[in-house]
T-cell receptor, first 112, second 113 residues
Framework: DQQVKQNSPSLSVQEGRISILNCDYTNSMFDYFLWYKKYPAEGPTFLISISSIKDKNEDGRFTVFLNKSAKHLSLHIVPSQPGDSAVYFCAASANSGYALNFGKGTSLLVTP | SQTIHQWPATLVQPVGSPLSLECTVEGTSNPNLYWYRQAAGRGLQLLFYSVGIGQISSEVPQNLSASRPQDRQFILSSKKLLLSDSGFYLC????????????FGAGTRLSVL
């Protein structure tokens, strides 16, 4: 049962524009959310996270928004750069557990 | 700073052969350790996690096992590989506390033929 869903398998954006990656979750016990970036044949790299007590967290070009009532979060990348081309995974955890529940990922392509 | 090492990077094994993948973490003590698998076209699935030496929790029933013989060493094993064991295996670690940020190794691409 997929508790974290990334419904867009791929996204193409022009360099300099905004990239918006979306993620939905079903488990109301999730209270911590993370985004990872992954290049081919490498392990995922932690990008940014947000606790359920916040609705926004910003780190440079990356901003994560959390809408708890809709069980939805999004990652905004502004401006997008060709080096941002990678697969982005959304993940969620509940305070009582050790597991990270991952979505299937969205492949972002930033074109020059 | 903390680093995580995972090897080998790629592995081709025949069906029925044994498996041993090793993961070590440097620069931290008493980490939580994890093994994930990413099958083709799918997300990351947690296989095992460990909160201390000799403590292993399994998330899904399967043909694999895990062991933690030392504080910063995590091993994934199988006695007899199946075709369905093919995939990309990732080791990860996290510190204790509420913020469960996990840091991943480079992964092992396992092909069972």
């Amino acid at each position: 049962d997929q508790q974290v869903k990334q419904n867009s398998p791929s996204l193409s954006v022009q360099e300099g524009r905004i990239s918006i990656l979306n993620c939905d979750y079903t488990n109301s016990m999730f209270d911590y959310f993370l985004w990872y970036k992954k290049y081919p044949a490498e392990g995922p790299t932690f990008l940014i996270s947000i606790s359920s007590i916040k609705d926004k967290n910003e780190d440079g070009r990356f901003t994560v928004f959390l809408n708890k009532s809709a069980k939805h979060l999004s990652l905004h990348i502004v401006p997008s750069q060709p080096g941002d081309s990678a697969v982005y995974f959304c993940a969620a955890s509940a305070n009582s557990g050790y597991a990270l529940n991952f979505g299937k990922g969205t492949s972002l392509l930033v074109t020059p | 700073s903390q680093t995580i090492h995972q090897w080998p990077a790629t592995l081709v094994q025949p069906v029925g052969s044994p498996l041993s993948l090793e993961c070590t973490v440097e620069g931290t003590s008493n980490p939580n350790l994890y093994w994930y698998r990413q099958a083709a076209g799918r997300g990351l699935q947690l296989l095992f996690y460990s909160v201390g030496i000799g403590q292993i929790s399994s998330e899904v029933p399967q043909n694999l096992s895990a062991s933690r013989p030392q504080d910063r060493q995590f091993i994934l094993s199988s006695k007899k590989l199946l075709l369905s064991d093919s995939g990309f295996y990732l080791c990860a670690w996290s510190a204790g506390g509420n913020l469960n940020i996990q840091y991943f190794g480079a992964g092992t691409r396992l092909s069972v033929l």
